[in-house]
């Protein structure tokens, strides 16, 4: 796997210019170096960037239990907002607790600096292709 590139095309991840840095195991790390499209008014990554980036590292850290499956969807998610993300982040998932059919989830996302800057748990339904496991 091309480290620059998720295994699943998606597109607005791909607008938004994530970078998979790692994934297997239940974990994944995902990049992100924001643009001035991707601030709110205060200079800082806007609520939904924070939020959509966090959600790729979990679902992925979830995809990462299992290659045979095409993707991960999320069926709920909280986001703790702790500081303002500024600059280039990283954000950190971890597949917690698998189950029979839901995978809890939880992440960080760190700042240029390593600090926390905001907190997330959810739970993930990994999707397989028509026909496989399900």
């Known amino acids: 796997m091309n480290a620059?590139?998720?295994?699943?095309l998606i597109p607005f991840v791909e607008h938004l210019r994530f970078r998979l840095l790692e994934?297997?195991?239940g974990?994944?790390?995902?990049?992100?170096?924001p643009g001035p499209e991707h601030m709110n008014s205060w200079s800082a990554i806007h609520g939904g960037g924070v939020m959509t980036?966090?959600?790729?590292?979990?679902?992925?850290?979830?995809?990462?239990?299992d290659a045979s499956c095409t993707g991960a969807t999320t069926v709920e998610m909280k986001v703790n907002f702790i500081g303002p993300a500024?600059?280039?982040?990283?954000a950190e998932?971890?597949?917690?607790?698998a189950g029979r059919s839901?995978?809890?989830?939880?992440?960080?996302?760190?700042?240029h600096a390593g600090a926390v800057v905001a907190?997330?748990?959810?739970?993930?339904k990994l999707v397989y292709a028509q026909g496989a496991r399900e």
């Open 4 to 8: 620059s590139n998720f295994d699943v």
């Open 23 to 25: 994934q297997g195991e």
């Open 27 to 33: 974990r994944a790390r995902v990049a992100f170096d």
């Open 53 to 65: 980036l966090l959600d790729v590292a979990l679902s992925s850290a979830c995809r990462g239990l």
């Open 86 to 90: 500024r600059g280039a982040v990283i």
């Open 93 to 97: 998932g971890r597949a917690q607790r």
């Open 102 to 111: 839901l995978i809890f989830a939880e992440g960080e996302l760190c700042d």
């Open 119 to 124: 907190k997330a748990t959810g739970t993930f």
